[in-house]
């Protein structure tokens, strides 16, 4: 069964640090890896996708997400966090073969001054 | 902005009050879904429409009917609902959903309250 898990309900970071949401996955074929942010009050905005080739995919402000097919993992990345990043991050995948996407819990995210 | 709109932003109803959630997406997109946001858990499908017609009903209950009278608009029909239906019902758009790779365009939500 597809599945997602995103281990961790809240991320603590310092402004200026670098930060890490983490998500893994289970699919049965080749996955279609998604991440959402959703900020206070406001539906979700696509922040990036992997679909093939390049293992490191760059998205809208400044952030990043590496796909790792040998731990099944799409981590979210910034080098430098900052107060207006926090919001609630949603890792999200789909096989080739299901048009459903299959939503993680969420992570909320706290960049602190 | 997204290119999708939802109204209205907040609905407070009674278990015996009919409402309708209205969605309506500015992008050209083929298929619309409804899914349903409670606190600290997935998202979940509700319905999807790919030009117009139901393809997917992930065994909603039938107090929340559905209507796509075209490709932009979705309503979402209320009817004798409970209190766990609270939650925020957020309508989505896409391209083509048979294409696994396209993402999907969220409105802001409902915040939907049952007394």
């Known amino acids: 069964a597809q599945s997602v898990a995103q281990p961790e309900d809240q991320v603590n970071v310092a402004e200026g640090n670098p930060l890490t949401v983490k998500c893994t996955y289970s699919v049965s074929g080749n996955p279609y890896l998604f991440w959402y942010v959703q900020y206070p009050n406001r539906g979700l905005q696509f922040l990036l996708k992997y679909i093939t080739g390049d293992n490191l995919v760059k998205g809208s402000y400044g952030f990043e997400a590496e796909f790792n097919k040998s731990q099944t993992s799409f981590h979210l990345k910034k080098p430098s966090a900052l107060v207006s990043d926090s919001a609630l991050y949603f890792c999200a995948v789909r096989d080739g073969s299901n048009y459903q996407l299959i939503w993680g819990a969420g992570t909320k995210l706290i960049i602190k001054p | 902005e997204t290119g999708v709109t939802q109204t209205p932003r907040h609905l407070v109803m009674g278990m015996t009050n009919k409402k309708s959630l209205k969605c309506e997406q500015h992008l050209g997109h083929n298929a619309m879904y409804w899914y349903k946001q409670s606190a600290k858990k997935p998202l979940e499908l509700m319905f999807v429409y790919n030009f117009k017609e139901q393809t997917e009903n992930n065994s909603v209950p039938s107090r929340f009917s559905p209507e796509c009278p075209n490709s932009s608009h979705l309503f979402l029909h209320l009817h004798t609902l409970q209190p766990e239906d609270s939650a925020l019902y957020l309508c989505?758009?896409?391209?083509?959903?048979?294409?696994?790779?396209?993402?999907?365009?969220f409105g802001p939500g409902t915040r939907l309250t049952v007394l």
């Open positions: 989505a758009s896409s391209q083509d959903p048979g294409l696994s790779y396209n993402e999907q365009f």
